[in-house]
């Protein structure tokens, strides 16, 4: 089962030392961040996996540069949508970590 859902919402820090499945939130291309979980990790790459095994993702399984990693995700966020008055709001519904 996917770790996160459509409007989670997560809060990461930068850490020096990445380890073996912490949650990691890396850019690939100008502001475009993928969040995915450390599978292996060598001197300056990490490989990474996705939690939903229903999915596959061509960043799976493929060498990243730990320059890349913008940080570690440390809370967790579930959120639900509920319309109000015409506007829509994300209300939290659940707080957990990692």
Do not use: A, W
Not at 30 to 58: A, C, M, W
Not at 80 to 93: E, H, R
Request: glycine share 4%.
């Amino acid at each position: 089962m996917p770790s996160f859902r459509h409007n989670d919402l997560i809060f990461i820090t930068e850490r020096k030392k990445i380890l073996i499945n912490d949650i990691v939130v890396f850019d690939i291309c100008v502001n475009r961040f993928i969040v995915k979980r450390v599978q292996y990790i060598s001197r300056n790459f990490i490989t990474v996996k996705g939690d939903n095994p229903k999915l596959e993702s061509s960043i799976c399984d493929s060498d990243i540069n730990k320059r890349s990693v913008v940080g570690t995700v440390v809370i967790i966020i579930r959120t639900k949508m509920i319309n109000f008055l015409g506007y829509k709001f994300l209300v939290p519904t659940k707080i957990s970590l990692p």
